[in-house]
């Protein structure tokens, strides 16, 4: 239950915090359709990448999230949310921002594939996570990795390298 409520407080705090100042491109009543994903492949309107077979994938468009989860009861779990960001703020602004709310280190630039992201590593509620954030043009791409070593793991690390950004 702790890790429940600390996954939750944190994907909160992270939603709120990354997305401050960004502009809706439209709303809608309509509940959003999640699709699950089956292989190595995955492929969005605004993404793409691969990713090892023991992951599963979600992908909720609707809110241009995608979830991945391995083990049953999620003991690595990584959240990937495009969203507009039309402020000036830029990728290490927004990290470092969210950092000061979990008392963690500075933001560091780190690259995976072709992408060069802000980077910051922390523990929140006993679990181990890192925040990547990148802005492409005003879209704002945040990826959360929550579990022990996953910054380590060569499955997490390849699926970072093969991450392909439509916008």
Same mark, same amino acid.
């Given at each position: 239950?702790?890790?429940?409520?600390?996954?939750?407080?944190?994907?909160?705090?992270?939603?709120?915090?990354?997305?401050?100042?960004?502009?809706?491109?439209?709303?809608?009543?309509?509940?959003?359709?999640?699709? =699950?994903?089956?292989?190595?492949?995955?492929?969005?309107?605004?993404?793409?990448?691969?990713?090892?077979?023991?992951?599963?994938?979600?992908?909720?468009?609707?809110?241009?999230?995608?979830?991945?989860?391995?083990?049953?009861?999620?003991?690595?779990?990584?959240? =990937?949310? !495009?969203?507009?960001?039309?402020?000036?703020?830029? !990728?290490?602004?927004?990290?470092?921002?969210?950092?000061?709310?979990?008392?963690?280190?500075?933001?560091? %630039? !780190?690259?995976?594939?072709?992408?060069?992201?802000?980077?910051?590593?922390? %523990?929140?509620?006993?679990?181990?996570?890192?925040?990547?954030?990148?802005? =492409?043009?005003? %879209?704002?791409?945040?990826?959360?990795?929550?579990?022990?070593?996953?910054?380590?793991?060569?499955?997490?690390? %390849?699926?970072?390298?093969?991450?392909?950004?439509?916008?």
């Amino acid at each position: 239950m702790r890790k429940v409520t600390a996954l939750f407080v944190l994907l909160l705090l992270t939603s709120v915090i990354v997305s401050c100042g960004g502009k809706k491109t439209t709303e809608t009543n309509e509940k959003p359709v999640e699709t =699950i994903v089956a292989g190595e492949s995955f492929d969005n309107a605004f993404m793409s990448f691969t990713y090892p077979k023991e992951w599963k994938v979600s992908d909720v468009p609707q809110t241009k999230m995608v979830n991945l989860q391995r083990g049953v009861m999620g003991d690595a779990y990584i959240l =990937i949310k !495009a969203e507009i960001d039309d402020t000036p703020r830029t !990728a290490a602004d927004m990290s470092n921002e969210f950092s000061k709310l979990v008392s963690g280190p500075a933001s560091e %630039n !780190a690259t995976y594939g072709t992408t060069e992201y802000a980077k910051i590593s922390f %523990n929140f509620g006993g679990i181990d996570q890192t925040m990547l954030v990148v802005k =492409i043009g005003n %879209n704002k791409v945040s990826i959360t990795i929550q579990g022990k070593g996953l910054m380590e793991d060569e499955g997490v690390l %390849n699926l970072l390298k093969s991450i392909k950004y439509k916008f």
